[in-house]
């Protein structure tokens, strides 16, 4: 659908810029997701905002935010819902579930499958569901079903064969059976799931009585509602400005390993090097969810790093490691004798078995320079518990699923 009358030009003009940006990006590789970006009046779907932000906003626009102050909806980031799009593979007369309900998405894909009554968008906040009803309605796609309901759980009418492409739009802790039980035989879930401290959207296909991933993207979501919702747990090592964050309730002392950073650190580098275009740290992140366990991910402030507590720690944390009186993570340094764009990955650890850990975390690190760092991305596989096939390897327990990365 596009809209007509007074002020229609700029709109249009800024949603054909948008689509041009994201083809040359690569968020875009489809002619029909193209179209579909295209038709949508995105704009529509954030009036809180300017038509130029939401066209050309990097990332995702909030549109609800709790008592807290925190966000609970948004529109993503346009070359996210692209990307995303583009790992469905949503293809005309297919039935799609979207859980997490911001209007836009549900539109997109009613262009996609060609009949909006195909599309069933739902979520657990009456709020957002009724604001989703209302402006999918002003936009053109008023037969898209909209249901209010907690989306980690069976849906009413479901197609009996199944969904044909379910699309996740809210951060998940868990894949919910609910998901793996109403996915049709051939169709593909795509959820933005967190395991270990990662955040990543995956598309999973059927592998056998299995999901197998054949896509990973880097993003960040709000978080789910409802039963489902499962906050991390979070030790803090010094104050609020040096954090472990620890999902899958792995052990972990919290006493003990707070006072092991007071403590002194070791360092060992690994000679492992990484450009910074070369896209690396993200795919050894994941790796080593299936490499090593207990496994997390160490988060400072730049305070922390102005007063020397850690070292080189991304704005997103580093990877760290564990035991019941000692911690490692992962961190960065620039080498005089590489170019000014490369950096070696290395290891500090603190506690008493510290020289230990940096030794088990730099060595699973070489493994993956040696083994998998030319092999593309990892591996993510969802077993349901019962399941014969899981191999006996590291697993990140899930209430619903074990995941196995390799």
């Known amino acids: 659908m596009t809209e007509t009358g007074v002020g229609a030009a700029a709109p249009d003009a800024l949603r054909t810029r948008m689509v041009a940006d994201l083809r ?9 997701v193209e179209a579909a970006f295209l038709r949508v009046p995105r704009h529509l779907f954030a009036p809180e905002v300017t038509a130029e932000e939401v066209y050309g906003a990097p990332e995702a626009v909030f549109t609800k935010y709790n008592s807290q102050g925190k966000p609970v909806s948004s529109v993503s980031a346009p070359w996210l819902h692209a990307e995303m799009l583009e790992a469905a593979q949503v293809a005309s007369g297919m039935t799609v579930l979207e859980v997490g309900s911001g209007g836009c998405n549900a539109a997109l894909l009613a262009e996609l499958v060609g009949d909006q009554s195909l599309v069933t968008t739902i979520d657990i906040d009456p709020d957002i569901s009724a604001r989703a009803r209302k402006q999918l309605e002003e936009a053109g796609y008023g037969r898209v079903r909209v249901q209010e309901a907690d989306g980690s759980k069976p849906i009413k009418d479901a197609p009996a064969q199944g969904f044909d492409r379910i699309i996740v739009t809210v951060g998940a802790a868990d894949l919910s059976a609910a998901w793996l039980d109403q996915l049709a035989p051939e ?3 795509v959820v933005p799931l967190r395991f270990r401290g990662l955040s990543r959207t995956i598309a999973f296909a059927r592998e056998r009585e299995h ?24 030790v803090r090592l010094s104050g609020a400005d040096v954090r472990l964050v620890v999902d899958e309730d792995q052990p972990v002392d919290d006493k003990a390993l707070a006072q092991a950073f007071t403590g002194p650190r070791h360092e060992q580098w690994t000679g492992v090097e990484l450009s910074g275009s070369e896209g690396l740290l993200p795919r050894l992140e994941v790796w080593l969810a299936g490499a090593i366990a207990p496994y997390g991910r160490l988060r400072a402030t730049k305070v922390a790093a ?9 704005d997103k944390g580093m990877p760290a490691v564990w035991n019941h009186d000692s911690l490692a993570y992962l961190t960065l340094r620039r080498d005089p004798d590489i170019p000014q764009e490369s950096y070696e990955l290395g290891v500090i650890a603190h506690g008493p078995s510290r020289e230990h850990l940096a030794v088990h975390l730099a060595d699973a690190v070489d493994r993956f320079d040696r083994e998998a760092r030319t092999t593309g991305q990892p591996v993510v596989r969802a077993y349901r518990h019962d399941d014969k096939e899981v191999p006996d390897e590291v697993t990140v327990d899930k209430p619903s699923v074990r995941l196995v990365v390799t």
């Open 24 to 32: 040359a990006r690569g968020a875009i590789t489809s002619a029909e």
């Open 211 to 234: 999901l197998r991933s054949d896509t990973l993207i880097v993003s960040g979501f709000v978080a789910m509602q409802g039963d489902s919702a499962h906050a991390p747990h979070v």
């Open 306 to 314: 102005d007063r020397g507590l850690v070292g080189w720690v991304l």
């Open 187 to 189: 169709g593909r879930l």
